[in-house]
């Protein structure tokens, strides 16, 4: 099973009490993944297609609690993806379709019109918990939700651009710094950042898939701090190999050319240790001197040494 479909099966679990919610809920669902078809003689069917089956049953539960009708649920199979099934419901102008698309505001009476409204019923969303369950609905309509091994990606996907303004500034006045792209003709609402799917998962109420997620983040987190140290310490080790290897040429070069002999005594000492101990760090190689130094000591006795075989390849000494 998907994250996705985790997330859908956790949120279908969830009845709002309050009437007020139940309506938000049901206007979000049928906003997003539902289609008015007309059927002669003005009258109205309402469509809806979801691939979520716990979301389907839901939305029938919903329509039961809240406008007393019974919808029958068709389920059917992609042709394309032979084991892909959809679930189809529909409601018919005799199941109070066009009662049902005024009351979730999306269907509004302008100059004796009927009309389709595609913005957010602001009368719907007055309060907190209704905002919530608005967007509960539209999520199980037509979100999706990345896995988090992979990336954190959260969207909810519409055809329609006002719509789409809408639900960004209502997931926005909860502070989810939500986007909008364009992909082929769809406008997608989207959450990139995991800290922010987590709070949108706590918005909406799904709270096991949040502390699914939240597990997930911590070990990727600590995969890539350790990640970082391994990089670091293995950057700082090739410098110390590196370090090591220009000195050792360095010193080689001077006792092949003129003997270690000629360099001051603290000079050699560090020289013969370096040949020594080709591997060690500068701080190492202070801690072998007596009386010990500390690595910039090292360092500066070591810059010294170089000075003096460059001198010797330019021929001044």
Do not use: W
């Not at 809806?48 to 009708?69: C, M, P, S």
């Not at 967007?135 to 789409?164: C, M, W």
Request: aromatic share 6%; charged share 30%.
């Amino acid at each position: 099973m998907s994250f996705s479909s985790t997330a859908k099966n956790e949120l279908s679990r969830i009845i709002p009490e309050d009437k007020c919610c139940q309506l938000a809920e049901i206007s979000g669902f049928i906003r997003m993944c539902g289609t008015i078809k007309l059927s002669g003689k003005g009258r109205m069917n309402i469509k809806l297609v979801t691939e979520n089956a716990a979301a389907a049953r839901k939305i029938i539960k919903l329509l039961k609690l809240y406008f007393d009708i019974h919808t029958d649920l068709i389920i059917s199979q992609n042709k394309m993806l032979k084991k892909h099934y959809y679930y189809e419901l529909v409601i018919t102008s005799e199941m109070k379709a066009e009662e049902i698309l005024r009351k979730t505001g999306i269907l509004v009476e302008k100059d004796g019109l009927q009309n389709i409204d595609y913005s957010v019923p602001e009368m719907l969303i007055k309060k907190k918990c209704c905002k919530r369950a608005y967007l509960r609905g539209a999520f199980l309509g037509s979100g999706s939700v990345t896995d988090p091994g992979k990336a954190y990606h959260l969207e909810i996907v519409t055809n329609n651009s006002q719509l789409a303004e809408d639900i960004k500034d209502l997931l926005n006045k909860f502070k989810l710094n939500a986007k909008i792209v364009m992909r082929k003709k769809n406008f997608v609402i989207y959450l990139k950042e995991g800290e922010q799917i987590v709070d949108f998962l706590n918005i909406v109420g799904a709270h096991k898939t949040l502390l699914d997620l939240e597990n997930i983040r911590i070990v990727k987190e600590m995969r890539n701090k350790v990640n970082r140290l391994v990089n670091c310490e293995t950057a700082n080790l090739n410098k110390i190999v590196d370090t090591a290897v220009r000195q050792m040429s360095d010193i080689q070069y001077i006792e092949a050319q003129r003997g270690l002999g000629i360099l001051p005594d603290k000079l050699r000492e560090v020289a013969e240790l370096r040949l020594e101990n080709s591997g060690v760090s500068l701080q190492e190689l202070g801690e072998m001197l007596v009386p010990p130094i500390g690595k910039s000591g090292v360092n500066h006795r070591m810059k010294k040494i170089e000075e003096i075989a460059e001198k010797i390849r330019q021929g001044k000494i």
